[in-house]
């Protein structure tokens, strides 16, 4: 379980548990994470964790964000990095993150469907109607890049069809039903998906929420919102 040691000028003053999903961090008042000083922003940054992986990412803010003294725009958290926040310090504790080294995993990228699909493969996507999908309680997925080039970068899947894979490859299909469930199909790529951990069948299988995808590399996690 991951959790933030918080420190104003060296000094202690609170300990916190990570919660899985979003979580904001600024001086704005109902923040997740309230840092009271004016060299924070009100919408300073926000960390989005996924089962034992965080990542935190600067929101624009003023006076910027720091890990282990290196301004950063988005980071991949790793037991022991020290946050900077103003004249906060947010120590990051979770002995069993990820470590360093996954990023010479290969590039994987969302292709955008502009053809017609591989026969057998789902027809092209057409956008998803998201406010009246929540107004149902209909729940939303995402997959979160864990390794690779595109390590940290959430994607929103509110398109009927998603393709995975490198680019001008698809090996893997993500489809979403309009009762909220989402499929993984294997594409026409040669080098199969794995589902956690086992090649995924030539029927696909639906997806539940922290599914663990490996594709061309690199690996995702299917989060339900």
Do not use: C, W
């Amino acid at each position: 379980m991951a959790k933030f040691i918080i420190k104003f000028e060296d000094v202690v003053i609170d300990q916190l548990v990570l919660k899985q999903g979003d979580m904001t961090i600024g001086r704005r008042p109902g923040s997740d994470i309230l840092l009271d000083n004016l060299s924070v922003s009100a919408n300073h940054a926000s960390l989005f964790t996924i089962g034992e992986d965080s990542f935190i990412q600067d929101l624009n803010s003023t006076n910027g964000t720091f890990v282990n003294n290196k301004k950063i725009s988005k980071h991949h958290l790793t037991n022991g990095d020290a946050i900077g926040i103003g004249k906060h310090t947010l120590l990051y504790v979770n002995e069993n993150s990820a470590r360093p080294g996954a990023d010479s995993l290969a590039k994987t990228v969302i292709i955008p469907p502009m053809r017609p699909a591989e026969p057998g493969q789902p027809a092209a996507s057409t956008p998803a109607a998201s406010a009246p999908d929540a107004a149902k309680g209909v729940r939303q997925g995402a997959i979160f890049v864990l390794s690779g080039a595109n390590s940290g970068k959430r994607i929103d899947l509110t398109k009927a069809v998603t393709h995975l894979g490198r680019s001008g490859k698809m090996a893997a299909v993500i489809s979403r039903k309009a009762s909220g469930d989402y499929t993984l199909a294997p594409g026409s790529d040669t080098e199969k998906p794995k589902l956690n951990g086992k090649l995924l069948g030539p029927h696909g299988e639906q997806l539940k929420n922290g599914d663990i995808i490996e594709i061309a590399g690199s690996r995702m996690q299917f989060y339900l919102k």
